[in-house]
């Protein structure tokens, strides 16, 4: 009779402590404004003009789009706009680019063109407050506190509308302790289904399934768009009202689905 009656507490907590651990809050003000724009992913980039380059997050500017982009963390302290740690990708030479100083960031183009790496400092410059920016941060080698301090550094005389994401809950975990006032966000997807992923199973189980979230208990999700339908991500927004943030939106089709989802939209490819 104690190990039924042990069984039947633990059946009874278990979905509860599940709901617990997709807890977020839903009431930061500035969430209003952010639903208002669609955003750029990458800046407005093409075949001719770079992801992530200063031509990419002008011609987004001059659009009326806000625009997602990615920060690394230099070995001076700075912070340079990049997507992946590599430059093998977008600039030819699998050099990491959190072991570059400020100045040598000159020395790279981007595919082929004159574009130079950007520094987050050249960003906040361009935009001046005149449209919103989802700011990604990109964690390497343990660096995830600096990473996120600098920042939030950088950004406090900085009058314009922004929030902060990552796929690393430690990133949004500093966020909630240091500075609540800022609109944070957890980045994620079915990592079950990424095989190639140098990352544990039981910590691909807990970030697609949004287990951290008890711990940095984010403004919003930002979910891969075509795995939208996964458990945590319906219980999170049913029971505890989440904003949605849709990556990356990629044909009209998806568009109109975020849209009428009430899902932020993170464009690529196309125009909204």
Not at 6 to 14: C, D, E, K, S, Y
Request: hydrophobic share 40%; charged share 25%.
């Amino acid at each position: 009779m104690t190990v039924l009656l042990i069984i039947g507490i633990a059946l009874v907590l278990m979905p509860i402590l599940y709901l617990l651990a997709l807890r977020c809050r839903n009431n930061h003000p500035l969430l209003r404004k952010l639903r208002k724009w669609n955003y750029a992913h990458r800046g407005l980039h093409n075949d001719k003009v770079p992801e992530n380059s200063m031509t990419a997050f002008r011609l987004a500017l001059e659009k009326g789009y806000g625009i997602e982009l990615d920060l690394h963390l230099l070995a001076d302290g700075n912070l340079a706009v990049m997507h992946d740690s590599s430059l093998l990708r977008t600039a030819g030479v699998d050099v990491p680019i959190e072991s570059l100083n400020t100045q040598q960031l000159s020395e790279y183009r981007l595919l082929d063109t004159q574009e130079e790496i950007p520094t987050f400092e050249q960003v906040l410059q361009l935009f001046q407050g005149k449209a919103p920016m989802i700011i990604e941060l990109k964690s390497a080698n343990g660096n995830h506190d600096a990473l996120t301090q600098t920042a939030c550094r950088m950004l406090e005389n900085y009058d314009g509308l922004y929030c902060i994401e990552s796929f690393d809950p430690r990133c949004i975990r500093w966020l909630k302790k240091n500075r609540p006032d800022i609109v944070r966000g957890q980045l994620a997807s079915n990592s079950l289904k990424e095989k190639d992923l140098k990352i544990p199973l039981i910590l691909r189980f807990w970030m697609t399934n949004l287990l951290t979230n008890f711990w940095n208990v984010p403004d919003f999700i930002a979910y891969c768009f075509s795995d939208r339908n996964q458990l945590s991500v319906l219980l999170s927004h049913k029971v505890w009202k989440v904003q949605n943030v849709a990556w990356t939106i990629k044909t009209r089709e998806d568009y109109d689905a975020a849209v009428e989802e009430g899902w932020i939209p993170i464009f690529e490819g196309f125009e909204p």
